[in-house]
């Protein structure tokens, strides 16, 4: 009897020590869930969700500050990966968000444009160049999409545009399963 | 071994697989080829068509760039497109004219590309009259001797790989001699239909082995083996006797599809299965196809580009199919009308063989370097497509040994990762699951399109990275900026007060006139301090941070002899003092530019201390002469002190001072760029209190009176802190 007691008194203490040593020695700095978040979100950096960035909205919902459903560019698909990641319900999106987007990227109409750098100050990755009462252009592969731009021109010269498919990345179809008129 | 081929032959009667034992690889078909539609028949002369279509990419890589005009007249052979970049880094081939004639436009037209997308081309009216360049490449006719050599010939003809990738033949080629032991020929042409390599080698048998033998010469290879299919008996007949008296081994090998794919053909012919992911190459192998070995051969000995291949127009749909020595850039509908269509032409004609090619989007699209075969076949009804039932077959078939039904199935739902995880990529889209499919499942399109989904997966995962990494730059820049330009004002804070100090010192010397001058930077410098006591009240910690003190000290006597011996050695009293004052408050900028780091890394109220003290220090000794000159500007004045006078005075400057500093806090956020900032505002500080002057000293006057007392009891704790110092 008191041998037991003893031996169980002991292993507690083991256990414990173990344990202790442990959160200690492997302490996780930061707070990874926020990491995760922020590896699936689409870094547009658009600033649609509230936060001024994708980070800072990660660390929001690792927080549980923001809610999970706030990232329009990601649409369904990264809300429900945010759930599986914070093992929070799921929550609809808002209808316009839903269907993810075709990706399209700034285009800045060169003839209308004044030079009033207003969207350089804008671009969250630095993918407009041009210098005050110059002409600016997008860098075409380094725009994220975001639109942040959109709003601020004010001769309103920049469109969305779908950027051009070229041989080199262009998809193949896919097959429509069951069909006859597609050949 | 002849034997056991006899038995094969036998034994596949009653049991197909069978001929699956006369081979290495796995899998494999045996579709009906056709061949002999084209191959009977004798190569016909070159047809020049009425334009031809030269695009500007015509291989993997990036596009070339064009060197013509339109209206340029230009010989056949000569150089039209030039590869865009450094072609060492960007694979990109030159293109050259297959024909004397006209360009007549330089524009988008349909590519001979699944996707039937437009691309930009370069238009060629031949003239007719194929007036060449001869030995357009230079070339002296001497054999290369090392493959950069080698390399920089194969660059200058445009030569890309003619069996149908397409990949740039120069890079290919490793740049040391010796990484490759065996070279291998590639005659076996698999793919029903097409007989253009079978020709070839029948024809040009010399051309191919001369132009192996110096490939395996430049790169010291060793060993030499050609690969024909038996189905080629004239071919192997041709080639054996060109190698008769070379080290050149022609080996037979099983006429199977996919045997002339080149992983397939290197297994069969050296028993090396090419790992996953590596190239021939790496295992010091080098596959070429019969057809680049003679381009290769007519460059380096000639000095022709590449301007023109072998292509077969073939199909059902033609009534007398042909083999041709095609200008690259030529119509399919041309190629096919030569071949006289059965029907007229309403369907897409395809390009390449039945198993790998495709349908090209308009029959006007040019004939490629990579074009082996134009393939007429009408249309027949489709098979309807039926769900899978798992049979296997198509593993059985898989030549590179993939789980086929496992990919459609993963594809199908589209969990790419999944058929990543299968292999999708080593999937060499050779169609043999498709062709045994009896479900009739289109299966090489699925991974087509897994291939593609893949790959844009991963690009934008990429960009993803990329756009993380800028926005985090940017942030960063923004921070960097924004700290750059506090220690900029710090620094100018700084200036501001030396040159005050250094005035103050001077005016000693001459009291009445600098009196004014060395009042108003006194201001200037009391307004810092104010500043920084409105950002942070906190006067009780003086003997906080002494060394910065002592510095900030050592530097203001240093700049007020140096302006010293200024005014001494000056003339004019007035100039002298304007000098003096220039220069010290120049040599005062540079010391607080160096201290403006340190000064940055210390606390605030150390910072203050050390001005507070400085400003007692300077000031001290040149009490009198200052309030005097204050006394001479208020006349009014009795019944202050002297000190009150000052400290007011300072009082009011520093009023205006805050004024000034909002303001140009606003300018410079609005303007971040300014290198030129300090010495700007600078000037346009002290206009400030210039101007504020009058009337801020009638202010402070008053407010001296007011606060004459409280000001007392500050001047004490100044003159504490001075002995402390």
């Known amino acids: 009897m008191i041998e037991a007691i003893l031996i169980f008194l002991a292993l507690a203490v083991l256990f414990g020590l173990l344990l202790g040593y442990a959160s200690i020695r492997f302490k996780v700095e930061g707070n990874p869930e926020a990491e995760q978040i922020d590896k699936i979100l689409p870094q547009t950096q658009c600033g649609q969700c509230g936060y001024p960035g994708c980070k800072p909205y990660a660390e929001a919902v690792a927080n549980r500050e923001a809610d999970i459903n706030q990232c329009i560019p990601g649409g369904n698909e990264v809300m429900i990966k945010i759930s599986e990641i914070t093992g ?59 639109e942040l731009c959109v709003p601020v021109c004010p001769v309103d010269c920049i469109d969305m545009i779908p950027p051009k498919v070229t041989p080199n990345d262009w998809k193949w179809p896919e097959p429509n399963f069951l069909n006859e008129d597609d050949r | 071994m002849n034997f056991f081929m006899l038995v094969v032959k036998q034994l596949s009667k009653i049991y197909p697989s069978a001929k699956r034992w006369a081979y290495r690889f796995h899998g494999g078909v045996f579709p009906r080829y056709n061949k002999s539609l084209s191959a009977s028949q004798p190569i016909r002369p070159q047809l020049i068509p009425e334009k031809l279509i030269l695009p500007l990419q015509q291989q993997v890589g990036l596009p070339a760039c064009p060197i013509v005009q339109v209206g340029d007249k230009v010989k056949k052979n000569q150089l039209l497109a030039k590869p865009s970049k450094d072609p060492q880094k960007a694979l990109s ?106 020709l070839l080698m029948q024809t040009q048998a010399e051309a191919i082995i001369k132009g192996a033998l110096l490939t395996a010469e430049a790169l010291g290879a060793e060993r030499i083996i050609c690969g024909i299919e038996t189905n080629k008996p004239a071919a192997i007949q041709a080639m054996k006797k060109a190698a008769a008296s070379t080290s050149v081994e022609i080996k037979e090998v099983a006429t199977v599809y996919p045997m002339g794919g080149q992983k397939q053909l290197t297994l069969e012919l050296t028993g090396i299965e090419t790992p996953h992911d590596s190239h021939a190459v790496d295992i010091g192998l080098l596959m070429m196809n019969v057809a680049t070995l003679t381009a290769i051969y007519r460059a380096v000995s000639l000095g022709d580009p590449l301007t023109s291949r072998l292509v077969t127009v073939s199909g059902l749909g033609l009534e007398k199919p042909f083999n041709m020595d095609v200008m690259i850039g030529t119509p399919f509908n041309s190629l096919a009308q030569a071949a006289k269509p059965k029907v007229k032409l309403d369907y897409p004609l395809v390009m390449g063989g039945p198993m790998m090619g495709f349908q090209v989007k308009s029959n006007e699209v040019p004939v490629l370097k990579t074009t082996n075969c134009v393939l007429a076949n009408p249309p027949e009804p489709v098979d309807m497509q039926m769900p899978c039932i798992r049979c296997g077959e198509c593993m059985d078939v898989c030549p590179v040994n993939l789980l086929p039904q496992q990919m459609y199935w993963y594809s199908q739902a589209h969990e790419f990762d999944k058929v990543e995880k299968l292999q999708v990529f080593d999937c060499i889209e050779c169609g043999c699951c498709s062709y045994v499919c009896p479900s009739h499942i289109p299966l090489v399109q699925y991974y087509r399109h897994a291939k593609s989904e893949i790959k844009a997966i991963h690009a934008e995962e990429k960009a993803v990275e990329l756009a993380k990494q800028r926005h985090e730059f940017k942030l960063a820049r923004i921070e960097r900026e924004k700290q750059e330009r506090e220690a900029r004002l710090k620094a100018k804070k700084e200036a501001v007060k030396q040159a005050a100090a250094k005035t103050e010192d001077s005016s000693e010397k001459t009291p009445a006139k600098k009196a004014a001058g060395a009042a108003a930077a006194a201001r200037a410098a009391a307004a810092k301090r104010a500043m920084q006591k409105g950002n942070k009240p906190s006067s009780g910690s003086d003997k906080a941070m002494p060394s910065a003190r002592l510095k900030a000290i050592e530097a203001a006597k240093k700049a007020a002899q140096n302006s010293e011996l200024e005014a001494g050695s000056t003339a004019s009293m007035k100039s002298s003092t304007g000098d003096a004052k220039s220069k010290a408050r120049q040599a005062a900028q540079k010391a607080a530019q160096k201290r403006a780091q340190k000064v940055k890394a210390q606390s605030e109220p150390a910072n203050k201390d050390a001005k507070t003290n400085l400003k007692s220090e300077s000031s001290s000794p040149t009490k009198e002469p200052s309030a005097e000159a204050i006394s001479l500007d208020l006349t009014q004045t009795s019944e202050a002190t002297t000190a009150s006078k000052k400290e007011a005075a300072r009082k009011a400057a520093m009023q205006a001072a805050r004024a000034a500093a909002k303001k140009r806090k606003v300018s410079s956020s609005d303007h971040q760029v300014s290198s030129d900032k300090p010495s700007g505002e600078r000037s346009d500080n002290q206009t400030h209190q210039q101007d504020e002057n009058s009337d801020k000293r009638q202010k402070a006057m008053e407010a001296a009176r007011k606060r004459a007392k409280q000001r007392q009891a500050e001047k004490n704790q100044a003159a504490d802190n001075q002995e402390n110092t």
């Open chain 1, 88 to 146: 929070l319900e799921p929550k609809a999106m808002d209808e316009a968000a839903a269907e993810p987007k075709e990706k399209e990227v700034a285009f800045i109409n060169e003839d209308l444009c004044i030079g009033c750098v207003l969207c350089i100050k804008e671009c969250p990755v630095d993918a407009i160049l041009g210098a005050t009462k110059m002409m600016h252009t997008v860098i075409e592969k380094e725009c994220t999409g975001c």
């Open chain 2, 93 to 198: 081939v030159p293109i050259h004219a297959p024909t004397s004639g006209t360009i007549i436009a330089i524009e988008e037209a349909t590519l001979a590309h699944p996707s039937g997308l437009e691309g930009v081309c370069i238009i060629l009216q031949p003239d007719g009259a194929n007036q060449a360049i001869e030995n357009a490449l230079e070339v002296d006719g001497s054999l290369p001797k090392t493959p950069v050599e080698l390399k920089s010939v194969l660059l200058k003809s445009g030569i890309v790989g003619m069996g149908g990738a397409g990949f740039p033949t120069y890079a290919k080629l490793p740049n040391e001699r010796g990484r490759i032991h065996t070279l291998l020929i590639n005659g076996a042409e698999c793919e029903p239909f097409i007989t253009c390599d079978d």
